[in-house]
């Protein structure tokens, strides 16, 4: 009993320094990102360096404001994030309600090819993405992004609903047909409510892949109008001179959406990542 006791307090400890440490080399980033965008450009540059700030300043917050275009990035981001996770939400909504519950010729390789679709490397996709977006006159557009994006979100949320509306009882959706409800009206009163933390897993997935993506953000828009947070950044950077206090208070400020939408439906998103891992 007491060399089980002890093997079990040496794996909590294992395991509980593991976690110690994953923590320290998650948060130190942020912490980075943070202490640079308070420094004064004599604690950043040079033998003065330091880790800590020894007089703390938002200037550079100041300058990322009054000398940048920031804003736009991030209403530019905003209106992409936002517009990709509504058209994945309904896009991937009804697909996968198709492939989970009707019955027609090429259902499995339509879903096999959701996932082969997914696995696509971007860097093979924006030559031919970029072909069509020109032809199109979609380059240099919020629309024109948007569409890119569906790309790669469309496929994954479709697969995650696909498999969690598999996991609700079809007699419950019999019950509301036989009562008189359509398909779609089965859909959105009976499958929808019981799925909302798939559903919050898909938007939080769109929303953060549409939020962070660079490649196509940097091939497709040109403009300042245009551009987003993700590309944007690079603009701090002139030939060898790197602005590190705008560039680190730009990047924690673009950090802070996602973080905060994770906190906001954390309880969602964690049961539905369990719930699709278990019933999936």
Same mark, same amino acid.
């Given at each position: ?7 079990? &307090?040496?794996?909590? !400890?294992?395991? $509980?320094?593991? =976690?110690? =440490? ?8 942020? %912490? ?19 880790? @800590?700030? &020894?007089?703390?300043?938002?200037? $550079? ?9 920031? *804003?736009? %990035?991030? &209403? #530019? ?6 517009? #990709? ?19 027609? &010729? ?57 498999? %969690? ?11 509301? =047909? ?32 549409? !939020? $962070?993506?660079? =490649?196509?953000? #940097?091939?497709?828009? $040109? ?5 987003? *947070? ?33 906190? @906001? ?16």
């Amino acid at each position: 009993m007491r060399t089980v006791s002890g093997g079990r &307090r040496a794996l909590k !400890w294992i395991g $509980n320094t593991l =976690l110690a =440490l994953m923590l320290v080399w998650t948060l130190v980033p942020f %912490y980075w990102m943070i202490a640079t965008s308070l420094k004064k450009d004599k604690e950043i540059y040079g033998f003065e360096a330091t880790l @800590v700030p &020894r007089q703390p300043t938002l200037q $550079n917050y100041v300058r990322l404001f009054d000398k940048t275009p920031f *804003v736009k %990035y991030l &209403r #530019n981001s905003t209106i992409v994030a936002v517009g #990709n996770t509504l058209a994945s939400l309904a896009f991937a909504t009804l697909g996968a309600y198709a492939l989970a519950r009707l019955r027609f &010729r090429g259902r499995g390789l339509i879903a096999r090819g959701l996932v082969f679709t997914y696995l696509v490397p971007p860097a093979l996709l924006f030559i031919p993405l970029f072909a069509v977006m020109s032809a199109l006159r979609l380059v240099d557009t919020h629309h024109g992004l948007v569409l890119t994006y569906l790309s790669f979100t469309v496929p994954f949320c479709t697969w995650l609903l696909m498999g %969690y509306f598999r996991s609700v009882p079809i007699e419950l959706e019999e019950a509301a =047909l036989v009562d008189g409800c359509t398909r779609l009206g089965s859909l959105f009163r009976v499958i929808l409510p019981m799925s909302l933390p798939a559903l919050a897993v898909v938007a939080f997935f769109a929303f953060t892949q549409s !939020w $962070n993506e660079f =490649l196509y953000a #940097n091939v497709f828009v $040109n403009s300042v109008e245009v551009r987003t *947070v993700t590309t944007g950044l690079t603009l701090f950077i002139v030939e060898d001179v790197f602005f590190w206090g705008p560039m680190m208070g730009a990047s924690f400020l673009s950090a802070l959406p996602p973080l905060l939408l994770y906190l @906001v439906f954390q309880r969602w998103v964690v049961k539905g990542l369990t719930l699709g891992g278990v019933k999936g």
